[in-house]
């Protein structure tokens, strides 16, 4: 009954190649997010998706390629991996941009630890 | 642009210490206020938030309220348990734009 869960957890891999992460969560929100948690365990916002829409794209390298089959489902693919991924990364979801809830909270995944050889 | 500045970690107490963790907060607009806590290898579950200013947002023993006078909105619980050691963020999120501004984050560490 997992309410946002990542696959993989791990992820090891060698510079240049491509590799996605799925991302599901399972509490009917509208709204889905990645954010990246680099080395310092600074966090930052990549992309938002409402309901299959893209409603923010925080200047990311455009190897970066969100997709959304559907609303409960945002997945992140990503071209010639560089060093400099190699990262935490984290998809969260909440119940709606649309909604315009004050304090509309986020809940978030397990992460999933990158790793760029 | 919006940001959040916490106090620099880490944080080293003794078990039943009082904590507090500071946090203060620049804003465009009017935000909505919360603490996450990381545990170590798992994600981020919310703690405690605030919609509105003077509102104390509260969970676990922990508190804080929401100071719009000073932009602060400060971590504090009275006596902490060796299982509070975690990463501790501050973030805000301005309605409308649905993306949460994270502070550094804050480790914490509480002896026994």
């Known amino acids: 009954d997992t309410a946002v869960s990542q696959t993989p957890k791990y992820l090891v891999t060698q510079m240049g190649n491509d590799k996605s992460i799925k991302c599901e969560q399972n509490?009917?929100?509208?709204?889905m997010y990645w954010y990246k948690q680099d080395s310092k365990k600074f966090l930052k916002i990549m992309f938002s998706y409402n309901n299959k829409e893209l409603i923010i794209n925080e200047t990311v390298p455009n190897r970066f390629s969100p997709k959304s089959p559907d609303k409960a489902h945002l997945n992140l693919h990503i071209n010639s991996l560089e060093l400099g991924d190699s990262a935490v990364y984290f998809c969260?979801?909440?119940?709606?941009?649309?909604?315009?809830?004050?304090?509309?909270?986020?809940?978030f995944g397990p992460g999933t630890r990158l790793t760029v050889l | 642009g919006d940001s959040v500045t916490q106090m620099e970690g880490p944080v080293t107490l003794s078990e039943e210490a009082f904590l507090t963790i500071n946090c203060t907060y620049t804003?465009?607009?009017?935000?909505?206020l919360f603490w996450y806590v990381q545990y170590p290898g798992e994600g981020l579950q919310l703690l405690l938030k605030?919609?509105?200013?003077?509102d104390k947002g509260s969970n676990k023993g922990f508190e804080a309220t929401y100071r719009k006078e000073t932009t602060s909105f400060h971590l504090e619980k009275g006596s902490v348990q060796v299982s509070d050691s975690a990463v501790y963020f501050c973030?805000?999120?301005?309605?409308?734009?649905?993306?949460?501004?994270f502070g550094q984050g804050t480790r914490l560490t509480i002896n026994p």
């Open positions: 973030a805000l999120l301005i309605q409308g734009a649905q993306k949460l501004v």
């Open positions: 509490l009917g929100h509208d709204t």
């Open positions: 804003a465009t607009g009017y935000p909505s």
């Open positions: 969260a979801s909440s119940q709606g941009w649309k909604r315009q809830r004050r304090g509309d909270t986020q809940y």
């Open positions: 605030a919609t509105k200013a003077d």
